[in-house]
C-alpha cells in the first residue's frame, strides 16, 4: 500500500488516498474532486480548471505518466 495526497495528484489539499495501484488512489481522487466541486470548493474548483487546461492542451498523457510514476516512486508501507 502507498499512501499519496490531494495536492500530489494535482489537487488543493492534504487529503490522502491510499491503495496498492494507481488506478486505486486514482478513483479515490476522482470521488474526493466529485464531493469538493458538489461543495463549490474553490480551491479545488481553481486545481480542476488547471487539470482542464492540461487536458486541452493535449499534454493528459504526459501529466497522467508523471503521476503514475510519482505513485511507483512512493515508499511501500508494507500493507
Known amino acids: 500500500m502507498r499512501t499519496i495526497s490531494c495536492k500530489e495528484l494535482g489537487g488543493a489539499c492534504s487529503q490522502a488516498f491510499r491503495g496498492s495501484t494507481f488506478e486505486e488512489v486514482a478513483s479515490q481522487s476522482q470521488q474526493h474532486g466529485a464531493e469538493m466541486v458538489a461543495l463549490a470548493d474553490q480551491p ?11 487536458l486541452e492542451s493535449g499534454h493528459v498523457e504526459e501529466w497522467m505518466n508523471a503521476k503514475m510514476e510519482l505513485f511507483e516512486l512512493l515508499p511501500d508501507d508494507g500493507e
Request: glycine share 0%; aromatic share 0%; no cysteine.
Open 44 to 54: 479545488h474548483l481553481d486545481a480542476m480548471s488547471e487539470m482542464m487546461t492540461i
